[in-house]
């Protein structure tokens, strides 16, 4: 599970990505011609981009005639967003400053 | 609410402790010393008083559901949508204290987790941002 969740942060640690992402999460599926007019970068690094989002899981591609259609899979966020995993790291990091306390308390 | 919209899971978390259960004890109710390893607390160890657990990301509503000194601690933990029970359990050892921690709660269905997520993008890659600057 810690390697899913590294992937997946490592992959929308970048800007540019993860706005990326956030438009086929806002807009639904898009064709990568028009994600590249509104991204500010060329066409080859946007499906670079993509490519990684879709290594992580985070992107579907779907191709139709010579146009590849890109959509989100929230699937793929479910790591971050399943409330045990996140507080298991969270009460880990406490019990871990909790010794550090006893060790530093008189009797 | 349907019985398929919640859930009840838990996180288990155990360690062997080279300390006294009274001293663990101290840690865990003590306002001053749990802010030194939980968060900023007006914490009572009196049955049913509510306190709030305060960090830089939010608050916690908590309220105390069980006290047994030295032996059994446990309060709610209400926050970000999660409606839990942390219970701490101090069973001595002959080289100290065993701690348990069990917290256990109801998180909103996958589906809804999902939405709140699409609608809360811009806060939930906030904390992204802290989360990964906080690795690297």
Known sequence: ?107 | MTSTATETRSVVLERELPHPPEKIWRALTQPHLIAEWLMQADFLPVLDHRFTLRADWGTVDCQVITVEPNRSLAYSWVALGLDSVVTWTLTPTNTGTHLRMEQTGFAPDQQRAYHGAQYGWPKFFDNLDRVVGGLS
């Open chain 1, 1 to 107: 599970m810690p390697t899913t969740q590294d992937a997946l942060f490592r992959t929308l640690a970048d800007p540019t990505r993860r706005a990326l992402f956030e438009r086929l999460c806002r807009e639904g599926e898009t064709t990568v011609g028009a994600l590249t007019a509104r991204a500010g970068i060329s066409q080859p690094a946007v499906s670079k981009h993509l490519r990684l989002l879709k290594q992580a899981g985070l992107v579907q591609d779907r191709h139709e005639g010579r146009q590849t259609h890109y959509s989100a899979d929230l699937g793929a966020l479910a790591p971050l967003i399943d409330w045990t995993s996140r507080m298991k790291g969270f009460w880990q990091k406490r019990f871990d400053h909790l010794e550090d306390l006893l060790n530093r308390m008189d009797q």
